[in-house]
């Protein structure tokens, strides 16, 4: 978690550039990966739309003119990941865009993903955002789990990975052992050993997110990508940790959401669990790490979640203790 060098772009392997977008100023919160070689520039996830320019310059920093950028490959279509997808295809002519085909109708007509963030953040959408244009359907080719791109130098397949949201898909290359996870293997910061779970409404499902696991699992990877925030190794330590903590948040959060307490206090129980986590895994820099898990994914957001899954999935867990 060093700050010493604020680069936008790291070289992380011979055609493989981890690119830090900068979110709300502050480094080491949401990557994109930029992919080289034969089969064209690609890029894995793209930030926001409020970052766009931090990515550009990210890639020009990486030796690479974004103009030839062809792929633009995305985990999922939440706004930290997918928002920018618009502008790039207005700027970039060359970009296509590769999305579950679940969530393709968001980046062709964005107004219910807009209208949904909106719910949460309000008047700072545009500030923590940007603007979400919307992406030509012509631009967009629509995934399936196991589809097969060829991307810079690399032969990636789609895998159908929901739990964090419907239309995830996390991407493996097989050669090399590793994959582009999205948000689906969780959020661990460079420099830290705590995975956080990032677990926004609507479609927080511990059931599908565990199965998501055992499938990356048996993948027998060597090496994670997160989008929050770059290369992780250790990797069924690394599940595993996620799978603990998906748990053990359920179950604390569970009595407070069956007394139907407001998602500030939902939060603040979260928050006051977790933070202390974070800072004895901080190595001594417990304010920055909490600040930027938090920027990652915000506790209001994951106890959001919790709750609209319990109530979805498992109302009878409420109605055993007497909930209405």
């Known amino acids: 978690m060093e700050d010493s060098d604020k680069r936008l772009a790291t070289q992380i392997a011979d055609d493989l550039w981890l690119l830090d977008t900068m979110y709300q100023g502050e480094p080491g919160v949401i990557a994109s990966y930029l992919l080289t070689g034969p089969d064209g520039l690609a890029l894995v996830d ?78 700072r959408m545009r500030q923590l955002w940007g603007e979400m244009e919307p992406v030509p359907a012509g631009r967009i080719t629509r995934l399936d789990d196991g589809a097969v791109l060829r991307v810079g ?42 995975v956080r779970p990032p677990t926004p409404p609507p479609d927080l499902s511990l059931e599908d997110w565990n199965a998501s696991l055992d499938r990356l699992a048996a993948l027998d990877a060597v090496r994670l990508f997160l989008p ?42 979260l928050a006051t669990h977790a933070d202390a986590q ?19 994914t915000n506790y209001l957001m994951s106890a959001q979640g919790y709750a609209r899954y319990y109530r979805k999935y498992h109302p009878e867990l409420l109605q055993a203790a007497g909930a209405s």
């Open 153 to 194: 130098s690399r032969t990636l397949t789609a895998l159908y990975t929901p739990g964090h949201a419907v239309h995830h898909l996390a991407f493996h290359d097989a050669a090399r052992r590793e994959i582009f996870t999205g948000d689906v293997a969780g959020v661990r910061l460079q420099g830290m050993d705590f």
């Open 46 to 123: 793209v930030g926001s739309g409020a970052s766009v320019n931090q990515l550009l310059a990210g890639v020009r920093e990486s030796g690479f003119d974004p103009e030839q950028i062809q792929h633009l490959v995305l985990t999922h279509v939440h706004l930290d990941h997918a928002g920018a997808s618009g502008i790039l295809t207005r700027l970039l002519p060359r970009a296509h865009v590769y999305v579950h085909r679940i969530g393709a109708p968001h980046l062709i007509d964005p107004t219910k993903l807009i209208s949904s963030a909106t719910r949460i953040y309000g008047d």
């Open 278 to 296: 974070v800072a004895r895994a901080s190595h001594g820099m417990d304010e920055i790490a909490v600040r930027r898990y938090e920027l990652a």
């Open 228 to 269: 929050h925030f770059g290369p992780a190794t250790g990797v069924p330590e690394h599940f595993a940790q996620l799978r603990h903590h998906l748990a053990e948040w359920g179950e604390l959060l569970l009595p407070a959401i069956r007394d139907n307490a407001p998602d500030a206090t939902l939060a603040s129980i």
